[in-house]
């Protein structure tokens, strides 16, 4: 197993050294690796079995840095980062020539973003340079939000895990392209679409849900080993009898306690806050039993919902 522990100057070192690290974050752990060393991607992209066109978020501990990846900062961007960072929304520009191509997954754009986590900030200060950060997991599975749920996935293939607790959001970052004239929201999260333009005023915003511009948009993402199924809350209790009549086991995660004696059921937050950040650890703990299917019951439709409605719909989708 690696080693794990909130040495920020082993973690530093490993880093400098070329060495992937397990970073804690306010949305998700990320796999670390210094964002201007070429080997050092190469791991993390071969550890993560990550395709080569998907780019990867360069996390940065200041504004101050942010001209030395993006080659042009529009006026929209400093009201953001004045509101937002540090916090969960990456932002996407036009590179400086000198970003690897395995960082922007070979286009002309970079996403940035300064997290919200005292432990990686202080990293990053000691660090000096850029980190890219992908979620630490294998590519498409669920992310993870704590330093158990790293080693689980990784054992020894990473250095070392920085153990910053359990993550405060649970779920990755908004990302938002300001690389055109027309900025867009590429995938939704906690910082939801009114958040974003109650501080951009009249920019109109729209979702790009097909581009590979930015990370975790492919239409299956995020996925646990089990098949994932949604449905409202009158037709859960029907496919779980349904299942039961062909001898199946199902693993729900409802805003409703369970009629009878189903032992695997997990109860959910009904606040947006509080089912983001213990939605990747139920799905875990649901994806564990081993059942058959499991039947997540529909979010609600409000905006601040959005970020949790597109990670369940990435989840549950299944080629035809």
């Known amino acids: 197993m690696p080693f794990i ?18 970073i804690p974050t306010e949305t998700v752990y990320g796999l670390g690796a210094d964002a201007s060393n070429l080997d050092a991607l190469k791991q993390l992209y071969a550890l993560k079995g990550r395709p080569g066109n998907h780019p990867v978020i360069v996390h940065i501990r200041s504004v101050d840095q942010l001209s030395s990846w993006a080659s042009h900062i529009p006026p929209l961007a400093e009201r953001l980062a004045n509101h937002f960072w540090p916090g969960p929304i990456t932002m996407i ?7 690897l191509a395995q960082v922007t997954g070979g286009q002309d754009t970079v996403a940035v973003r300064i997290p919200r986590h005292e432990l990686t900030l202080a990293l990053l200060e000691e660090f000096e340079g850029g980190l890219a950060a992908p979620s630490a997991n294998k590519f498409g599975r669920l992310s993870p939000t704590s330093a158990t749920a ?4 990784f054992g020894g293939q990473v250095s070392y895990i920085l153990d910053g607790g359990s993550c405060d959001v649970g779920i990755e970052s908004t990302i938002i392209d300001l690389s055109t004239d027309v900025p867009r929201i590429l995938r939704p999260g906690m910082v939801s679409q009114e ?23 492919l239409k299956s993402h995020y996925s646990p080993s089990t098949p994932v199924q949604l449905a409202t809350k009158d037709q859960i209790v029907d496919l779980v009898s349904a299942m039961k009549q062909d001898s199946q ?8 306690s369970p009629n009878g004696g189903e032992t695997h ?20 703990n649901l994806d564990s039993l081993n059942c058959d299917r499991i039947i997540v019951e529909k979010v609600p439709e409000d905006d601040s919902w959005s970020g949790i409605r597109d990670r369940l719909e990435r989840a549950s989708y299944r080629e035809d």
């Open 195 to 217: 958040m974003l333009t109650a501080v951009a005023e009249d920019i109109v915003f729209s979702s790009s849900p097909t581009t590979v511009r930015a990370p975790g948009t």
């Open 249 to 256: 086991e199902a693993a729900v995660l409802s805003f409703q």
């Open 150 to 153: 790293v080693a689980n996935e």
């Open 5 to 22: 522990g909130r040495d920020i100057h082993t973690a530093a070192r490993l880093l400098k050294e070329g060495r992937l690290v397990a």
């Open 265 to 284: 059921w997990i109860v959910a937050e009904c606040d947006p806050e509080g089912y983001a950040r213990s939605l990747y650890t139920n799905l875990r």
């Open 93 to 99: 520009f036009r590179k400086q020539p000198h970003v």
